[in-house]
Every structure is written in C-alpha cells, then in structure tokens.
C-alpha cells in the first residue's frame, strides 16, 4: 500500500477534517491506488479518490473510459464511474478476471460528470455538511465552483499542502520503489559515462541514459545533462555541445519506477581536472557527506541545512549559498520536508530525502552531488550504491 | 514561431481581450516560445506568458532559478522574474552568448512572487481595467485570487478553450515537428514488431518501442501495447502477458518530439487471423480511409464523424458506436477539433488530426486503425509513411 494510512487518520484528525479529496495525479495515485492515465498526461481530465475518515472508506470517481486501468489495477475501494464510453463485449467468451471486473465496473450507474459523481459520494459517506479537505491543484475552477454549489452547508478546506504531509513519511512498498528508482538512475549514469568519448553530444549521451533508464524498466523523466561550461546552467538541457578534454559533465537526472521518482547528481572529470575543480567539487562532497553522519529522527532540519552548508564552506567554498541542500522525494520528486534554513520539519523515521551541494558559476563549472538516504529508527542509510566523489575519465 | 499570431490577434479581438495570459505548460511554451521546465514535471511551479494585443508584446514570467532556460533558449519578449536564485559567475572567465544572456538576466528587478511580476506586466502593458484572457488551468487557486484582489478594476474571462482554439491551425514548425513525431513513433511500431517473438512479454516490446524513440530524439510517453485478449482494454498498459500464436498486438502510441506530440494506432496478428479479426480490421481500416478521402477545408467535422462511422458499419460492424472517431493534435494530444457527431466545428488548412476506430470487446480483441492527417488547401495529406493495414507477423 502507498498511502500511509495511520498518518492520514492522524492529520485529518488534527485538522477536524471528515474527508479528504484527492484531485491531482499524485495524490490520486497515492491515496486510491489509482492511476488514471488522462490526468497524468494532460491538464483537464478530471479523476478523484475520496476518503472518508469516520467510515475509513476509499472511492474512486472516475471516467467510464478509464475503468479497464481500475479492472487492471483492481486497487479496491468503491468506485464511482462519469460520462460515457462504449466498450463491446463477446458473449460467448470465458471472460478474464480482469474483463469480469470490467463488465461489473460498467454495470454500475453513470453519472453525468465528475461532480455529479463526487456529490454523490461525499453525501452518501460523510454527509453534506461535512468538513471536506480538497487537494485544490487538480481540480478545474469549473469543477470546484460545481462541487461548492452543490454541496452549500459544506466546509471546504484547501489541502494540497497537507496531502504533502501524509506523504512525507514513506510505507515499505514506497521505500522499495524508491531504492529501484535510485538504483535504475545510478546504473544509467554509469552507463552513459562509460559511453562517453570525445566528440560525443550532449543529447548523444542523454539517449545513452534514458535508453538504459527503458531498458531497466525506467520510465525516463526529464533531466540535466551538460558539457563543460554548459554545465553551469542550472537545469542545462541535452544540446548538441560535443565533449572536450578538460570538460567536466553534470549530471542532475532521475526516472519513475512504477510511478516513484529518483533524483540524483554525479560530476565527471573528462582528463586530469583543474585544481579547482577537485578542490570544489571534495567541498560539495563533504557536505552532502556531513549530512550521511548526523541524519537521524529528531535532527532539526534547519540545523542539517546549516551542518551541510558550513561543511561546504569551511573545505573550500567560503561563499557557498543556497536557499536548500534537499528536499523529500516520492510519488512527487519534491516532497517534503524542503532542506532549507527557515524549515520547522524535524527529520523522521521512513522519510526519504536527497540532499544535494549544486554549485553554479558562469564561465566556470556546474559542480553537484545529490544523494538519496532513508531515515532510519537510528540513523540513516544511503540509498545509492557508489558515492558521490569525483569521477575522472581516461578517454 | 510555434504560435499563430494572425489567429491569437483574430481571436482576442472578437473576444474583446487586450491580453492573453498562458498558465499551462503548454500555453506558456505556444504562446512565448518558453519550456519552464518545472511546471512540466510538477503540479504547483508558476510560469506565465502574457501577450498584449495592442503592443503586440509577449512578456515571460518565470522564478529566477530557470533564468537559464531562457538565456539558452532565447525565445525573445520580455522577462521579469521572481524569487531568488544563487548563481555565482566566474569574473575572470570569456562568457558564452547563453551566458552572458543569463547574466543579463539576473541584473533585472527580482519580484517578490509570480502574482508581482504578472501585475507589474499587466499594469504597464495594457492597464489595470484591461479585459484579460486567462489560461485557468495553471494558474494556483491561491494565485488567481491574489491576481484578483491586486487588480480590482480588470475583468479576467478563462481562457483555456480559447487558447485551444488559437492551437487548432499549426504554424510550418508546428507541422514540421508534428511530421517528425509522427514519423518516430511510426518507426518505433515496426522496431518493435520486428523484435516480437512468442514468449516476448508486453514489458519486453514497450521497452524496444521506447528504446527506439529515445534513439531517435523522441521523448517516450505513456501509451497502449496489449496482446491477445488484453488488447479489448481501451488503456492498456503493458504488463508480463506473453505473445502467443493467434494473438493480436494493438499498439495506441506516440512520442513527444520538441515538445509536440503524436499519437497512431496499428495492429499486428500472429500468425493467420480469424476471418473476425480480418474483416472487423478491415471494416476500422476501411473507415479511416473514408476521412483520407474526403477531409478537406470546409468539411463539416459532423460529416467526417458520421462518414467515418457509417463506413465502418456498412463494411463488417454494423453495430459500431463510437464518442468520436479522432481530434486534433499539436502541443498537446487533444487539440480541437474533436472528431465528434455533436461538433459545430468545421475542417481548416493545416489542422492536423488524428482519425482512429478503435473498437474494443471484450473476450475477443481490442483493434484500432488511427492515421495523422494534415489538412491542406484542397485536400488532405496523410503524415503516415504506411498505410493501416492489419500486419500479419509469421514469427
């Protein structure tokens, strides 16, 4: 199960919320179960999982054209079905497991549109006047004027921020797709620098990567891959810039695995690097090292910040800034907590975080190491195979 | 120039707008030419364009921290940006073009929030009681309300249709691109076709789809190869169901290339069909051909769906139904028009839409002819190197 159902309970409790509404693709999928492919690859389409707090109880509302990825992925709860969608049916076919769950979703009634359908739920499981927590960023403002208009004696109460939260504390079947995430991303890094030879693209290497990220079971996602000085730019996209001796490659890449995101940065020398080069990128290095040796549940993560911050400054960037060294990733590669200096989060057990040290400088160099670390009862674990240090290639 | 400009003035002027402002993804990189790279991978992450009809003038709104973005892509207009971003820059080094650009960049005044910059570009271009189209779907609750209180006196009309109907007529590098797409997801059907053996799983030939988009500057999306009785699953995604003799293979796919889409359905059986899979394919692939015939300028879309659908019936499935039978494509998979019997629109020069059958039961085989069409001054051309035809794999 993704969702974290205790902590759920907990901060809907804490916010005397009845139910919570999940709208955006995310917290569809993390709440339900469910992925809903329209709203994954377009704004617009409209998918939703309700929960009722006091019943304990999940809803799908979802297209009648989507309820074969319901019968396939079979996430349980109820499910209610909007619009129309024609879908035959041989009758003297021995149906699968999957079209029998099919044909029953398709007996169920239609309602005419995505709020019609979510009236319906809410008013059956926590009644009409109830105190609704609203993920408001994937519902359209056509939808919400509807949902408001409908249901008048209702409180709605914006909770993006707060399915964040929920989040942000990680189940076992979401910890195990994180470290495949992480693992599928590291050997694409590997593979694409073992690739590496002069006179090769940018987007020559970028198809390297995500051709293996595919070939792992890796869904690529968008990602830094730069040469040289290009690698100073901050979200450097794949150009036709060929590799040089003397170049340095940034890497700052991931993938979804099974819907879960990676995020991590690896730095490579191409030839015997500058001194700078070595003497900045062992600073950033250290600091995201310093944070491997004091994560653990309690640790303020304002003082991580400043921990990992000082230890780039005092090895060799004194003018080291930064408005965060991390962030959570999950279903969403920026979950919380944000690793900044004006955080109140405290570390805790199950989180999973990448704490990164970019350093930028025109002219110069973009230097960067980004790690995945679990938090664990005690302590810590990296998630990542190698470390971060330095990689100097002989081509 | 990917946007339309004749159209965008045409429209914004029987509509009254003295400004378009795009909040999507999609819109912001259509109308200024800009890929934020953020707002494509998260929900959440604000970036706008507004267009000013009287000035003509397109202004950026971006964070700071993706001034690099437009510094390398240098998409022209005016940027203002907000929030801070740490980049350090070398003052001993020569700066690139991109890097001088970016520099350039950062001397501007930083906005406290996307809502400042979007009221400071608002205000100077076309005044505080401007009539102001806006893109619904990506702006944040939050920030639409922020933008209404700070503008008392403009009148905001949602806009999200209208810049799908600004979309509907491709510019040549939108046809361009679209061609190209169109022709790496082509390519990427029949290096999985070539690999299919019995006993390679769904998984295993998404993998080659994908691996071979990716080698061709395609950028992978999600999309349906089912085999044998999964293939009836309208979304179905790709699992360890292995190939078998007697199956069919239905491929509903596409890529992304510089950002446009596409989207083309073929089917492969193993081995010989049954007399039902040919002549039903045969009825989808018959249908198809009927748009080939007759999509021109002027068509009434209604027309083409009812064509289209009755040629299919009169052809071997007499009880054919369908919501639609294709709709536009470009930036985003669903452009206007949508190829539907209750459609009021009619066929343009250098629409370019997608004309697809699919038909699905249950307990027998999912099957789908789906062909890019661009519609020409007098005619019609088809984007498809291959025809539709059923493939017969004798593996």
Not at 17 to 36: I, M, R, S
Not at 41 to 52: F, I, K, L, N, W
Not at 53 to 75: G, H
């Amino acid at each position: 199960m993704l969702l974290n159902a205790s902590r759920a309970a907990e901060i809907m409790q804490d916010n005397g919320l009845d139910a919570l509404v999940a709208t955006t693709p995310e917290n569809v999928l993390y709440l339900g179960g469910y992925w809903a492919m329209s709203q994954w690859v377009r704004r617009g389409p409209q998918a939703y999982v309700m929960y009722s707090r006091t019943k304990a109880e999940l809803c799908i509302i979802t297209s009648t054209s989507l309820l074969d990825l319901v019968a396939d992925q079979n996430p349980g709860g109820q499910v209610r079905r909007f619009s129309y969608f024609r879908t035959d049916v041989d009758p003297s076919a021995t149906l699968s497991a999957e079209d029998q769950r099919q044909v029953a979703l398709f007996s169920d009634r239609e309602y005419k549109g995505p709020v019609d359908a979510l009236v319906a739920a809410l008013t059956d499981d926590v009644g009409g006047s109830a105190r609704i927590g609203i993920d408001e960023l994937g519902i359209t403002p056509q939808c919400m004027e509807e949902l408001i208009q409908r249901l008048p004696q209702a409180t709605f109460v914006r909770s993006f921020k707060l399915f964040e939260k929920i989040r942000a504390i990680k189940t076992p079947e979401e910890i195990a797709r994180l470290r495949m995430a992480c693992s599928i991303t590291e050997r694409s890094i590997d593979r694409a620098l073992d690739a590496a030879t002069e006179g090769m693209t940018e987007l020559e290497m970028a198809r390297v990567f995500h051709s293996t990220t595919t070939s792992l079971d890796g869904v690529p996602v968008t990602g830094c891959i730069g040469f040289g000085d290009r690698s100073a730019m901050s979200n450097v996209q794949p150009s036709s810039r060929q590799l040089r001796r003397g170049d340095v490659i940034r890497f700052d890449v991931g993938c979804r695995y099974r819907h879960y995101r990676s995020d991590i940065s690896r730095i490579a020398a191409v030839g015997e690097p500058t001194a700078k080069v070595r003497d900045y990128h062992n600073a950033l290095w250290l600091g995201v090292q310093r944070a491997h040796d004091i994560a653990k549940p309690g640790l303020r993560v304002a003082t991580l910040f400043n921990e990992v911050v000082e230890t780039v400054r005092r090895n060799g960037i004194p003018h080291y800034e930064r408005s965060h060294v991390g962030h959570g990733i999950g279903i969403d590669g920026y979950d919380p907590p944000n690793i900044a200096a004006d955080s109140s989060d405290v570390l805790e057990e199950n989180m999973v975080v990448c704490v990164e040290t970019p350093y930028y400088e025109l002219g110069f160099a973009g230097l960067q190491v980004e790690d995945m670390i679990l938090i664990t009862r005690d302590g810590s674990e990296s998630l990542m195979a190698r470390d971060g240090r330095l990689r100097i290639l002989a081509i």
